[in-house]
Structure formats: structure tokens, C-alpha cells
């Protein structure tokens, strides 16, 4: 069952309970404010982890590249002198 709670009777009550409801507001709005930067803070972290490791990826996949076309002008030259073998 739930509680009723009291109404207060003066206005300057009213004002004092309000003032504590807004006060306690705030302490929460500052709580929330603070763990949001947190985990901005977190999330900072990771994204610039995150954009390390893709540059990390992308010189792997560049230098990957670069092999790549290495031992494919190699295979070409073999091509052309197995090509000239056959027919001399």
C-alpha cells in the first residue's frame, strides 16, 4: 500500500519543499553531467584505439598491396622467359 505523505500547510513549507526537490534534482542533473563526461572520457579512448588500429590496418594492407604487385611483375617476367624458352 502506498504512503501519503503530508501536504505542508504554509506556503513558506511549500517553498522550503520544493527548494529540496529542486536541490535534489540538481545533485542528480550533476551525478548524470559527471558519468556522461566519464564515459565521453571512455568513448574518447576507444575511438582513438580504434583509429589506431585502422591505420595500423591500412599500412598492413598497403604494404600487402605492394607485395602483391612485386610478385605479380615477378610472375610476368617468369611468364615472358618460359614464353621465350618454348618457342627458342
Known amino acids: 500500500m502506498a504512503d501519503i505523505l503530508p ?3 504554509r506556503s513558506e513549507d511549500r517553498l522550503r ?6 536541490d535534489a534534482a540538481l545533485a542528480e ?12 572520457s571512455l568513448l574518447k579512448g576507444a575511438v582513438s584505439g580504434l583509429d589506431s ?5 591500412r599500412d598492413t594492407l598497403a604494404r600487402t598491396a605492394d607485395d ?7 610472375a610476368k617476367r617468369l ?3 618460359a614464353d621465350i624458352w618454348l618457342k627458342g
Do not use: D, K, M, W
Open 7 to 9: 501536504f505542508p500547510a
Open 17 to 22: 519543499a520544493a527548494l529540496r526537490s529542486l
Open 29 to 40: 542533473q550533476n551525478e548524470a553531467l559527471a558519468e556522461f563526461r566519464g564515459n565521453l
Open 53 to 57: 588500429s585502422v591505420h595500423a590496418y
Open 68 to 74: 602483391v604487385a612485386g610478385a605479380n611483375a615477378a
Open 79 to 81: 611468364e615472358r622467359t
